[in-house]
């Protein structure tokens, strides 16, 4: 499968910003999980400063639950309790003006009452409050999030995913620009409003991170029962045609940028 020609850079994104970083974080253990979507159906749900991004004439919907490790701003060391928590996150991805590439959430659900509080606050993102679980095996992991607030709810998640090999004998890559993986995986833009009562309406922010390329292998799904992407609007009628498994990556986070 084959990405259209476009005129969007999709490296530029990718190398170290200018400017210091104002946080630093570690994402562990993640797993995409993504179906394909009518792309005029998913840029309804955007700002109309965002073109929603395709790939083979589709839109792409995620849904990533993994491990964060080691949050903490630039001046502070990592804090026990605090810096380690997980969380699950619901996304889509756009560009605005044919160029800059990026994710634009949907919905993120972090097990840490704190850290949903300061990225609401600081980082205009829809974060909720969810109890969540993850559990690795010899060759499954399964992730479990229960939201608890700010509504709608319910909205539970659980999924599990297998391995073929045992971990002595993965085999992890980075993905080739002008293929899918590419196109889901490496996204290092974010967007975001500060209107989180109805997001898509609000003044357009974006965010940068900085990490190296994702190493990853395909893994297959062996359950997911799903309520977070029902919640945020989104009706799956498909089996999703994109799983993939990361180890994680040590990630340089960079300040919003007011843009509108």
Known sequence: MNQPPDNIDRIAPTRQPEGSPIGYQS?????????????????????????????????????????????????????????????????????KDGADPGVWFFSLEASKALAVRVARYFWRLNYFYAEMDLLKQDRQIHYRSDRRWPQPIPAKSRVSVQFEQEASQRSFQAAKPGTLDHFLVERYYLYTTDTLDNPPAGRLYRGQVHHEPYEFCHVELMDCQDELLKQAGIAITSEPEHIAYSPGVDVDIHPLILLD
């Not at 999980?33 to 998913?42: G, L, T, V």
């Not at 026990?80 to 699950?88: M, Q, V």
């Open 27 to 95: 994402w562990r253990d993640l797993t995409f999980i993504h179906w394909r979507m009518a792309a005029d159906e998913i840029q309804q749900c955007l700002p109309n400063s965002l073109t929603v991004d395709t790939f083979d004439g589709s839109a792409w919907v995620g849904l990533v639950p993994f491990a964060m490790r080691d949050v903490r701003p630039w001046w502070s060391p990592v804090v026990p309790g605090i810096s380690h928590f997980l969380e699950t996150n619901v996304r889509t991805y756009v560009h």
